[in-house]
């Protein structure tokens, strides 16, 4: 019989087997190779711009998600500042959650940072609509641990924000970093949204090249860039996942 460990690594030499070929067969299809190389320059650039829209807007995602959540954790001695507090920032989250990105990133453009550079502006609108999720992520990670971890904490005199940052979080991040790994992915794609602001990432710059060449190729390899990304992002954070589980 075959055992678990071979079985288990089977499949994983099948199914990277089964991605180089889709990789490299739809590269093959879909390579536009009338594209310029100063085209390709420009292309490259266009890639870099929503790496760096997806990592800023990671950031501040994670930072403002992170702050919401432990606010909302956090007991205020006044009761009716504290329900303030509740409703302020379930507010927020449904509101970040309850209308589309693409409008989001239009009022932040053309309301509130009239002026702003638009990669900026784009920044800062995935980032707080990527910070709505990252709240909901780290609330439910934080909920799935024990109380009475929190509560032989508090017990033993920790204060509050120590009992957190150093008992409940430590435990919570291996249950959240999936979940983060999946919005930062989300994030990732929903970079092709903010070429209607003015920032030329790589589906913009894609779009501009089947409109030059009247050739659809530019888009459906964009797809394939996109799809090897994912991989390579899923790949690592998979990888961070099981460094977590050996420390257990």
Known sequence: MIKMT???KLRTVMRTILIVVIIVVATLLSFPHEVKPVEWIEYVKSYGV???ATFFGAIIGIIVG???AFFRFQKLRNKYLDLIKEI??????????GTPMMLQLLIFSLVILKSGNSFVVACLALGLNSAAYTAEIVRSGIESIDKGQMEAARAIGMPFKMAMSEIVIPQAIKNILPALVNEF????KETSIIGYIGAIEITFNSKSLQAAYYNPKPI????VVYYVSVKIFSYFGKRLEGKLKEND
């Open 66 to 68: 992170v702050l919401l």
């Open 220 to 223: 459906i390899f964009t797809g």
């Open 6 to 8: 071979e079985l288990k």
């Open 88 to 97: 302020f920032i379930d507010e927020y989250i449904d509101i970040m959650r």
């Open 50 to 52: 929503t790496i760096g």
């Open 185 to 188: 992915i989300t994030l990732f």
